[in-house]
């Protein structure tokens, strides 16, 4: 069982980590860093939530369905990208929003060019999909780690896993 000062700090300090998370994640293409240190940042906050509260106490509500559905998201964004630059640029994640090379029309190319100095293009955006996918993903690990050490006799709270 863990500590009620435990408990309490560790809510604030897991916001602030998936905070650090996403600031390294939207400044991935300017900064070191990106979409899968910023998703295990992310990760982090969230597995420190799962360590002190236990999977029924969690404030995070980690249910598979909803974990499943994010992380779809994450991979469906990244491969329409992908599928985007494919069709509109000749090959596979052209970065069409700079359109380097003049084959992606300019409506697409505006759409899609991320609003920076740097005119950097998709590559946010597949910082961003990159980092929901790690974010769920490790995420998912922790919990399933977590809920099988019942089974291995390790576990104490028989009430903590259904």
Do not use: W
């Amino acid at each position: 069982m863990m500590s009620d000062l435990l408990k309490l700090i560790a809510y604030p300090i897991s916001f602030i980590m998936i905070g650090y998370g996403v600031m390294t994640i939207l400044g991935g293409h300017i900064t070191p860093g990106g979409g899968f240190q910023g998703g295990a940042m992310m990760a982090s906050g969230a597995i420190l939530c799962v360590l002190v509260y236990g999977l029924k106490d969690n404030p995070f509500n980690l249910s598979h369905g909803r974990m499943s559905l994010v992380e779809s998201c994450g991979a469906l964004f990244y491969i329409l990208l992908g599928l985007i630059g494919l069709f509109a640029g000749g090959s596979f994640l052209y970065n069409s929003g700079t359109n380097i090379y003049g084959s992606v029309p300019a409506s697409l190319a505006g759409l899609l060019n991320y609003p920076d100095a740097l005119h950097a293009g998709i590559i946010p955006y597949l910082n961003i999909a990159i980092g929901v996918k790690v974010f769920i993903g490790l995420t998912t690990l922790v919990v399933l780690f977590y809920g099988v050490t019942k089974y291995a006799g390790d576990y104490i709270d028989d009430e903590e896993i259904d």
